[in-house]
């Protein structure tokens, strides 16, 4: 039996709230170098300490062992979708990251500018590193010449340096395409084509890339170095399954960063804009506590301070995490659970498979009696090692919103 | 999305060391008998306890829950290989403990010679037990008299006491076929019939047992007690991916005992030879460091002691290897994994389920700040309890031989 089939049979409405914290690549790891301590266990977090007196804890696998996972499988997986059913294609993240708003069906490429040389061969496939100004100016030219590619609107944003993403938004379009984009220097730039051949809409976006190409070329032909551009990644935004009818839950967004709140509206969640900081974010759920059933609290700077390779700045920004969380447990959610999308260890100063630890709170979480919510106590909690993708599940079930399953 | 396939498409070729240490039947259970301690745990091990200082640790279900696996799946498991999927006959296993060289397609029976009476009926399914060196001259003269059946070359070897194989070597052969054992006494030989009725391969080698016992019952009609034979297990040599294209990574064997060569030249591994004791065995390594990215070194004599049910041997075997870990350890691979292929628990004088102890080093494994590497501290660590065969990519992963999986 379909695992999925059976969850939503067995979904109960009930009157929970519930929320996910995320760290973002809070897991860390315990090396010589960091004196055998990762940011969560040097960092002071008395209120987490506090919760975890009453909390189940666990680490998960964001995809599958050994496997380092982007934002978007690591989200998808939180959200409780099988990352590798449902992927996402790299130009639709960029797309999301540009705080583009995507449709179901909107195919999108990650592009960059480029110089070529008078026979049409890539010579730099950066363009030299142009400033964001200029790419924002060159994106501007292409944006106002170029509205339509046939029947399909084309959507066109900046991003920094050389980078910009480019979205058809038109009837019957798929992905995903192979790259415009030659790999390396000395080649011209190749026509893309459908990576599933027997696919019409991937045939017609591949066609839409084509006179792309034909009405952007001319336009760049003068301006130099970037008189090019190379497309990649070029995919359309999946199908997927709406948070709110998958589990019965009404959902909300409450993050800074686009990405996130991009990977959040893929699923159907309501953005909810305005908070800066984490404590404005907690306060935001406060204020809108009546209004959805489920809240998505998305927290960059673990994230960010780990690619950084920054334990300190890392460390204090579980300490300010840990500070304002107090504001949120003032109206306290039935269900919380707090965990990372993956792990981003301040020794390899990027993602990484490491399990993240999770911790899980509510009535009837049980305590696993750990003293504090670290990698190392939560090796021990009884959650075990499972997939990111049964989170949901267990903080559905700590809901109370599963029937029994057979008499 | 498949899995492996997945893996496949993230490998990167790196320049790392990879090595994987098998002490064969590791893992063993704490019983009121023993004091509550395991071998690992009575050992003295200080070399493994410092590696373990800087490692993390899990348990490893060999196959599947409650599943006790030969040395088959056991390794193939280890190798990252399904063993569900890829499945070694009993009588390729029996050929290969018998360091015969198997060439994909070879069908290969486990043998052992019987007594009938005047009907061809079977009085003794192992022929009065006869000495091994009988076994031999009969199989001398087996191998003498009958070179080929049909177009296929035949390979008989003896082994211990009634047990020999017998192997078809030509094209177009394949298994599984039914047994030519009645499995029980006062009964014919039953004829052998292809599994797959519909296989015309399964269906020729069939013809060919059938060849085999023409020729050879006539040689023993005079013999007593042995004149006559039983074969099982009849079965080819599956294609197997080769482990060099699998993970990018040019293998090593160091093993002393012919299965487990056998079992690593399945999957394309080049053998060592040589070493016969584990001091000489990690000598092998460092003399061949250069050559390979990838080495397996196998260690029977854990197996061996826990199938005797000798604890105290069993603890002097782990002992011995751990005196000679610094051998290896002075060339200091980038990624070392140690672990069983299965528990032989010595109050169960054979192979067991439970899950085996595993510990995996690198500079990214971090610490699970464990302080000794046993069954007892293994589950609680990072690795939780998983399928023995993620532990190959758990170790490329170590080796930062995955790209990331999504933006």
Same mark, same amino acid.
């Given at each position: 039996?379909?695992? !999925? #089939? ?6 109960? %409405?009930?009157?929970?709230?519930? /929320? =996910?914290?995320?760290?973002? +690549? @809070? ?123 046939? !029947? #399909? ?6 991003? %920094?340096?050389?980078?910009?993403? /480019? =979205?058809?938004?038109?009837? +019957? @379009? ?234």
């Amino acid at each position: 039996m379909n695992l !999925d #089939a059976l969850y939503s049979e067995l979904t109960l %409405k009930t009157k929970s709230k519930l /929320v =996910l914290l995320v760290m973002d +690549g @809070l897991g860390d790891l315990a090396t010589r170098q960091q004196k055998y301590l990762t940011p969560l266990e040097a960092a002071k977090t008395p209120n987490l300490d506090a919760l975890c007196k009453d909390s189940a804890q666990g680490r998960m696998i964001p995809v599958a062992p050994g496997i380092t996972p982007g934002s978007g499988p690591g989200h998808l997986a939180l959200f409780g979708y099988d990352p590798l059913e449902f992927q996402v294609g790299r130009g639709v993240i960029e797309a999301l990251g540009l705080g583009i708003e995507l449709k179901a069906g909107d195919v999108a490429a990650r592009a960059n500018f480029c110089t070529l040389d008078a026979k049409g061969i890539v010579t730099d496939r950066r363009a030299g590193r142009i400033e964001t100004e200029v790419c924002e100016s060159l994106c501007e030219l292409l944006s106002k010449k170029i509205k339509k590619v046939g !029947d #399909a609107q084309v959507i066109i944003k900046a991003g %920094k340096g050389h980078r910009f993403v /480019v =979205l058809f938004r038109g009837p +019957g @379009l798929e992905g995903p395409l192979t790259d415009a984009d030659p790999h390396s220097e000395g080649k011209p730039i190749p026509k893309v084509q459908a990576v599933n051949a027997k696919s019409a809409k991937a045939k017609k976006a591949a066609k839409l890339v084509a006179g792309f190409y034909e009405q952007a070329l001319p336009l760049l032909a003068k301006k130099s170095p970037a008189n090019g551009f190379l497309m990649r990644g070029i995919a359309h935004q999946p199908e997927i399954p709406l948070f709110e009818d998958r589990y019965l839950l009404k959902p909300a967004c409450i993050a800074v960063y686009p990405m996130y709140k991009g990977l959040a509206q893929l699923v159907g969640m309501t953005k909810i804009e305005g908070p800066q900081t984490i404590a404005e974010q907690f306060q935001a759920y406060v204020d809108h506590h009546d209004e959805f059933d489920f809240f998505f609290i998305h927290y960059k700077y673990t994230d960010m301070y780990g690619e950084d390779g920054n334990f300190e700045a890392k460390k204090k920004a579980i300490e300010e995490f840990d500070t304002a969380l107090p504001i949120l447990l003032k109206k306290r959610p039935d269900v919380v659970a707090i965990t990372g999308d993956h792990s981003t260890p301040c020794p390899m100063k990027g993602h990484s498979w490491h399990p993240q630890p999770v911790m899980l709170n509510s009535e009837i979480s049980g305590s696993d009696k750990l003293p504090r919510f670290t990698e190392t106590e939560a090796n021990r909690g009884s959650l075990g090692v499972m997939e990111a993708k049964y989170l949901m599940r267990h903080m559905q079930a700590n809901a109370k919103m599963f029937d029994k399953f057979g008499a």
